[in-house]
């Protein structure tokens, strides 16, 4: 009852959003995202001072806010306005930087336990806190090469277009995700590389992603912390295009 | 809805507040990265605030069918870890006084045997607490991931490390606050009522190792149980709040012995050494039945008559306490 509740609630905010496309679940994409080219490798650019990306054009991307997925969370008004989105092709791979506003940088330094097995050892790693969030972002394309004016459904994807999602997280690191549809996201135990840092109230993440042809939807989100956000609870763009 | 349901009844009349369960579950189960704030069992000192500190007032539970908000505790409820700074005093000579560090303000037992007043007379009980396993399971509800379910053929609650991400909606929606968060592993836990054991046929290690005996298990649809005597047949053991609607299959004999000294031959209900209206609190309304069936068994056995009750509330053996029936919850695959 209560799913349904919510999955009608994000349509209406999401059609308000967009419009949708045929078939329903299939939605129609947004602007255009610019494509520059880089000379160096891909790992250069993970790295590369903001001097170095300012080379590439970049594109303000809005960024909407979901409606309470579930009854009992909390509210929270929208804090975070626009993400900015630059790309470029590096050595057969594509590299994405989104930089977004930000007034607290909610991450930590979790401890890594050792090696050896915890039973073996006096001393084990404590739980410093169990109500914190981290800031996050993400990346999500359709795992079929698609082009063309419809992707798959912004929520997830769907069982017939499936979607890769390269997700950062500023505490716990990279780890590419698949999902088709909402509620099916599950982590594939793979990385990737991508890098990311907060400076004087800013995220600039950078993420390498496979070389994907121009015309490939993708879409943004990213997790502000403070605002206990994570699963879904969350900010998220529509589906915007590679040039 | 399982198709069996383990069940545990604990005897508050007999817990001794020893904490052997808790240590029992900690060195089976929580003795790992991330789990040192863990009590998958803990025994709180009632009245007082309980782990986390005031869990029974922050939220969650049903109502009308819907998910009632909460916060999650934090670490201040749960009491921050603190070191002793022997190092100066043993090993660089300083003869500062051994202090703990960070000053510790609340902690798991912070406010152990302190209990609360009845008119100008101290009084206070033991409840030991492990997830209740519910029927109607809050968590399971609130998980987006879908990452607890409820074992068809024995009614166990778990969470699955695969699927959990760590989102914390069933911390918020458990009314009893029995589920934590690793942060190490970055997911949820839980007590998962031993169900290993009871696969082999060993029942739950908080009951194995209790020296008061005060724990019965078994399938509370088993009529030879002893869960299913107590909670069924004698309808003498009740669960905790049960207003916060999720069915908890841990059930309590309340306690109510022994009455005052004055009141010698008198009622309990009518002086009661524990104030009733705290019972009430815990357990409901029907704890004030729950009491006089049972005082007038205790009435039946002091006249030199048999209680059947009684007995099985002594719990002799370990066949008296516990039914442990793997080949009948097994699963055909």
């Not at chain 2, 349901?5 to 579950?25: E, R």
């Not at chain 2, 166990?156 to 918020?172: E, L, S």
């Not at chain 2, 059930?251 to 031959?265: L, S």
């Amino acid at each position: 009852m209560r799913i349904r509740r919510c999955a009608i609630l994000i349509l209406i905010a999401l059609s308000s959003a967009f419009s949708l496309g045929q078939g329903g679940a299939k939605q129609s994409a947004g602007q255009s995202i610019p494509v520059g080219t880089f000379a160096g490798k891909a790992e250069e650019l993970l790295t590369a001072a903001p001097v170095k990306w300012s080379q590439f054009s970049a594109r303000r991307v809005a960024l909407n806010r979901t409606p309470p997925l579930f009854d009992t969370d909390e509210p929270s008004a929208p804090e975070l306005s626009l993400v900015e989105v630059r790309a470029a092709r590096a050595a057969g791979r594509l590299v994405v930087q989104l930089s977004w506003r930000d007034a607290t940088n909610d991450t930590a330094v979790l401890a890594k336990p050792p090696d050896t097995p915890p039973e073996t050892r006096f001393r084990k790693v404590p739980t410093e806190a169990d109500d914190r969030f981290f800031d996050a972002a993400a990346v999500m394309y359709p795992s079929k090469h698609q082009t063309g004016p419809a992707a798959p459904s912004l929520q997830m994807g769907d069982a017939a277009d499936p979607v890769e999602i390269y997700y950062w997280n500023s505490a716990r690191g990279a780890m590419l995700m698949q999902a088709q549809g909402r509620g099916t996201t599950r982590r594939t135990g793979q990385g990737f590389p991508a890098s990311g840092g907060y400076d004087r109230g800013q995220w600039t993440v950078t993420f390498e992603l496979p070389d994907l042809p121009a015309g490939t939807p993708l879409a943004f989100a990213v997790w502000n912390g403070s605002q206990k956000d994570r699963d879904g609870r969350k900010y998220f763009s529509v589906w915007q295009v590679l040039e | 809805m399982s198709k069996h349901q383990y069940a545990m009844v604990m005897d508050l009349n007999k817990c001794l507040g020893c904490q052997t369960c808790t240590i029992a579950c900690k060195k089976l189960w929580t003795d790992r990265d991330g789990t040192g704030y863990m009590y998958w069992n803990n025994v709180e000192t009632r009245p007082g605030l309980g782990y986390p500190r005031q869990w029974d007032r922050i939220g969650g539970g049903w109502r009308d069918g819907q998910l009632q908000p909460s916060p999650l505790p934090t670490m201040d409820d749960y009491g921050h870890a603190w070191e002793y700074d022997y190092e100066q005093r043993l090993f660089e000579g300083k003869r500062k006084p051994v202090m703990p560090s960070p000053t510790p303000e609340s902690g798991v037992n912070w406010d152990e045997d302190v209990g609360g007043m009845n008119a100008d007379e101290n009084y206070f009980f033991y409840l030991p607490r492990i997830c209740n396993h519910c029927t109607y399971p809050a968590c399971l509800e609130a998980c987006p991931r879908k990452a607890i379910y409820k074992r068809e053929e024995d009614g166990i609650v778990v969470i699955d490390q695969d699927r959990c991400q760590g989102f914390r909606y069933c911390i918020k929606a458990c009314p009893y606050k029995k589920i934590y968060f690793n942060e190490v592993t970055g997911k949820s836990e839980k007590c998962i009522f031993c169900y290993p054991r009871l696969e082999k046929g060993e029942v739950n290690a908080c009951a194995a190792q209790c020296p008061g005996r005060l724990r019965f298990v078994g399938l509370l649809d088993d009529p030879e149980s002893p869960v299913h005597r107590l909670v069924l047949v004698h309808k003498i053991a009740l669960p905790l709040f049960p207003e916060k609607g999720t069915q908890p299959n841990v059930f309590y004999v309340p306690p109510f012995n022994p009455p005052k000294r004055e009141n010698y031959g008198r009622s309990i209900l009518e002086d009661p050494r524990l104030p009733l209206d705290y019972l009430v609190y815990l357990f409901g309304e029907e704890v004030k039945d729950v009491i006089i069936r049972l005082e007038a068994e205790l009435k039946t056995a002091q006249s030199g008559g048999r209680s059947e009750l009684l007995q099985l509330l002594i719990g002799r053996d370990a066949e008296t306490r516990y039914r442990i029936r793997p080949q009948l919850v097994q699963i055909q695959l």
